[in-house]
């Protein structure tokens, strides 16, 4: 059960927003065991790189610089992102305990190029081509000492607006919904 503090209504701009890109941001939640707390993302990656390590640079400039790093700088600026992405994304508890999203796992440097070079080549492509890049997988963790049951859930700006599913329950985050409480089972 997801308990929101709007109506139906206001989700409606939002369904119109995802069909006119690609692919949006999709979290699936799921419980591996009474402590343990699994999210699968499914990230517009590029962008979302682009929007926290260099908002002021043109997204195809971005693309060149980044695919040019080496292996560790990029590891680095992975890092980076990473890092922002758990300070600011985590479950709250009843109890006003904090779990914290962790252990990200981004996809392999090689598949991270491998996207950079298709994006290269698809903004080479006119405007009306529709063309996009596939969402990449991130898995991320929250584990607590205590058995999970109702938890708060807010996550990175940055990866607004982002569909969320727990098992039945299904809804947006956005900058104007940007938590939501889950009953966890």
């Not at 590029?46 to 610089?65: E, M, R």
């Not at 980076?80 to 904090?98: D, M, Q, Y």
Request: hydrophobic share 45%; net charge positive; with cysteine.
């Amino acid at each position: 059960m997801v308990v929101l503090a709007t109506s139906f209504s206001c989700c409606l701009p939002l369904a119109t927003f995802a069909q006119t890109i690609g692919h949006y941001n999709k979290l699936d939640i799921s419980l591996v065991d009474s402590k343990s707390i699994e999210c699968e993302f499914s990230l517009n990656l590029l962008p979302l790189l682009q929007s926290y390590l260099a908002p002021k640079s043109d997204y195809g400039d971005f693309l060149q610089s980044f695919s040019k790093l080496s292996d560790s700088s990029m590891q680095k600026e992975l890092d980076k992102l990473t890092k922002e992405l758990a300070v600011k994304s985590f479950f709250n508890l009843p109890s006003g305990a904090k779990l914290s999203v962790t252990h990200w796992q981004l996809p392999s440097k090689q598949l991270i190029r491998e996207a950079i070079k298709v994006n290269l080549m698809m903004l080479q492509m006119p405007p009306n081509a529709a063309s996009h890049i596939d969402p990449m997988l991130i898995q991320a963790k929250a584990s607590s000492k205590m058995p999970v049951t109702r938890v708060k859930l807010q996550l990175h700006p940055a990866l607004f607006p982002i569909f969320v599913s727990y098992k039945e329950d299904k809804f947006w985050l956005t900058q104007e919904i940007p938590v939501a409480i889950l009953d966890i089972y």
